[in-house]
């Protein structure tokens, strides 16, 4: 997550109701006007369900 600050990872991925799909996860990225780097580290996660942001986040932080 070379760029991608936590803290405006987490405020992008406001509303999820987890667990939740990655694509869950862009889509409420994008609804919360997340930037174009994080939404491609979101697109970029393996295709699978998230028990939590900290699940979202360690799992960017490898990207």
Do not use: C, F, H
């Amino acid at each position: 997550m070379a760029d991608l600050d936590p803290i405006q990872l987490r405020k992008d991925l406001a509303g999820v109701d987890y667990p939740a799909a990655r694509d869950d996860l862009v889509a409420a990225a994008e609804r919360n006007g997340a930037d174009s780097s994080a939404l491609d580290v979101l697109r970029g996660l393996p295709d699978r369900t998230y028990e939590g942001p900290s699940g979202v986040s360690k799992e960017a932080a490898q990207k």
